[in-house]
């Protein structure tokens, strides 16, 4: 498959995913109400980075190393995987005992599942995306949302008492879909690599497995971090207004990567200068969302409860704008034989968003989340532009 259908395939499927993505944002305002949406995101953050801290960037050193054969390394990174899955099961507990849930071992067994389950469907689409066909390339990424938004906005409408509930069950059946994916690529007939021979680059995840821990924990440690002490700090409304921006925008690095840097890593191709048209354009897309975001609070489409989040508007969008534009050029690291250095410049541009984070926290200062949302936004988006250009100008 060469890179133009491929990139095509991955464009168009994670462009169905944002719309479905933003379309289940929308039910999230309109059905549920804030807390609601804080404590669900909460719990799903802490899943989510349970998921990627147990994987340890493997679906990224799946795509980089192109030279093994994926349904091996697929093998060995499942192992490995599962196995470090378990043993984090003692900090998972802690995260989701620290968001205070009401029910404590009702969360977590929620927590438990949804991270099993999330590990197969990102283990399911870097593999599809060096051998499947182009319309698993395709399904695999849109069909767990589309289930996703579908549960959620049958249960907001038949089972309004059940806010929570109803939501972690809607994510869970999309997880439980894009899981299933892994069966058929047992037997796949594995392709060749188009451009592999030809170029003059030589790619591949040269990183230890302590570093690329490391690195996981870094991003986990941010991620799951930051709704949480929001949720601490600012209460569970602030936090569902936070929560639901970073749904509906923060999707766009992540297609940004998926339909771009994946795509190049795959196809073992570098194309500097287009992947940073390819990230304009992503922070064009968060832009754009987020004016609308701003036209539906004008316009009063929105519940009145909701109307707190005009203020997290600019800030997240800046934040996230520039996440798009590192996310398009993160694959030059590994074509360069720089992932190293990469990965470390990443873990000092997350320890420094976590100390701005929770340093209000630990000073026990009496800080606006409005304040604290701009000062996080603006000082992220002046570190993502400076990995960005060091990334881009890296030879």
Wanted: glycine share 8%.
């Amino acid at each position: 498959m060469t890179l133009g259908r491929t990139s095509a395939w991955v464009a168009l499927s994670s462009a169905a995913a944002l719309g479905l993505q933003v379309l289940l944002g929308l039910v999230l305002l309109k059905l549920f109400p804030p807390a609601a949406v804080g404590e669900f995101s909460v719990l799903t953050q802490i899943a989510f980075y349970w998921m990627t801290l147990a994987l340890a960037q493997g679906p990224l050193k799946l795509l980089a190393d192109v030279h093994q054969p994926p349904l091996e390394a697929l093998r060995r990174l499942l192992a490995a995987s599962l196995g470090r899955w378990l043993l984090l099961l003692p900090l998972a507990w802690v995260a989701v005992r620290m968001s205070e849930p009401g029910a404590l071992l009702h969360a977590l067994g929620w927590t438990t599942l949804i991270a099993v389950l999330q590990l197969g469907w990102y283990l399911a689409q870097p593999l599809t995306l060096r051998i499947g066909h182009p319309l698993s390339i395709a399904s695999v990424r849109i069909a767990p949302p589309l289930v996703t938004l579908l549960v959620a906005l049958a249960l907001g409408w038949f089972w309004p008492g059940a806010h929570v509930s109803a939501l972690l069950l809607s994510v869970t059946a999309g997880y439980v879909l894009g899981t299933l994916w892994l069966l058929p690529l047992r037997s796949a007939r594995i392709p060749r690599i188009q451009g592999a021979s030809s170029a003059v680059i030589t790619q591949g995840d040269n990183r230890s497995t302590a570093l690329r821990l490391a690195h996981t924990a870094a991003d986990a440690l941010i991620g799951t971090s930051i709704l949480i002490v929001w949720h601490r700090m600012h209460g569970a409304a602030e936090a569902g207004y936070l929560a639901v921006l970073l749904r509906i925008l923060g999707f766009v690095p992540a297609v940004t990567h998926a339909a771009w840097a994946q795509v190049l890593l795959a196809q073992n191709t570098p194309h500097r200068r287009a992947s940073l048209r390819a990230g304009m354009g992503g922070a064009a897309v968060t832009t754009m969302l987020g004016l609308a975001c701003a036209i539906a609070l004008h316009l009063d489409m929105l519940s009145s409860a909701w109307s707190g989040l005009l203020p997290y508007l600019l800030p997240v969008v800046a934040w996230q704008a520039g996440a798009c534009i590192l996310a398009s050029l993160s694959h030059l690291p590994f074509q360069q034989g720089r992932a190293s250095a990469f990965s470390v410049a990443a873990i000092c541009y997350d320890l420094l968003q976590l100390l701005l984070l929770i340093l209000p926290f630990v000073l026990g200062l009496s800080l606006s989340p409005q304040l604290h949302i701009a000062a996080f936004g603006g000082l992220s988006l002046a570190g993502l532009l400076m990995l960005s250009l060091w990334v881009g100008r890296a030879h």
